[in-house]
């Protein structure tokens, strides 16, 4: 199991937010915030660039954030991956700013299904091994179902292992935030990470809640060392209670 780093650009700024509140309302009056970095990109991929964490995300929440995207990935070339409206026009100036792979999520779905036929054209503009597909999702009832636009678009996608065996022949990675626990900071879904264990024919990097080292041997448990995590409003170089430090030991503990 590995930790997988990450930045979230709102505003042009590092940020760290609880998930569901980020809507399209232009006011953000339902945006709660856990933390907002005097810091540039360029510093927290130089970080992780030093302490040799690759594979980690920075993600574009909405408009306005691609010259700091573009910062975080030269700081790091090819180690991090670039998501946030990700399409085929797009894609390319990514991978060449530095990015190792492209996330993509709410392109490839169109009336709460998944268009296939914009996977082609994806793969069209990049290679299979350097796309990561976000299947983020929300809990209804028992089953998880992929939410879209910001997670605040539910689609008709259940995370099945056909969807995923399936999905699995169009990237190389699988992020997959838990929208329901995310910055919360109140412990990871231990029934989605099971869940992905059992059904990701591929890596896959789990997302939300994660607040202290507990929790991430609690993913690599129910894992089976097969999931990896993120981790952001918990660290304290977001302004969280879990530091750095401990999390980079615990890496290296297991992937030395």
Sequence with gaps: MRFKPCIDLHGGKVKQIVGGTLSDDRAGSGLVTNFESKLSPAHYASLY?????????????????????????????????????????????????????????????????????????LLAAVPREKLVLDLSCRLVGKDYFVATDRWQRLTKEKLTAPLFERLAGYCDEFLVHAADVEGLRRGADPNLVS??????????????????????????????????????????????????????????????
């Design 195 to 256: 869940l992905l264990a059992g059904i990701s024919p591929i890596t896959t990097v789990y997302a939300g809640g994660v607040r202290d080292i507990g929790d991430l041997d609690l993913i690599e448990r129910l894992g089976g060392g097969r999931i990896d995590a993120t981790v952001g409003s918990s660290l304290n170089i977001f302004g969280g209670n879990l530091l750095f430090a401990d999390v980079v030991k615990w890496h290296r503990e297991r992937n030395s």
């Design 49 to 121: 660039k030093k302490e040799n964490l690759p594979g980690g995300h920075v993600i574009m929440l909405g408009a306005g954030n691609e010259d700091a995207a573009i910062c975080a990935l030269s700081a790091y070339p090819e180690g991090m991956h670039a998501g946030g409206g990700i399409n085929p026009g797009n894609a390319k100036k990514f991978i060449a700013a530095g990015a190792s792979h492209v996330i993509v999520t709410s392109y490839v779905f169109s009336d709460g299904v998944i268009k296939w036929g914009r996977l082609d054209e």
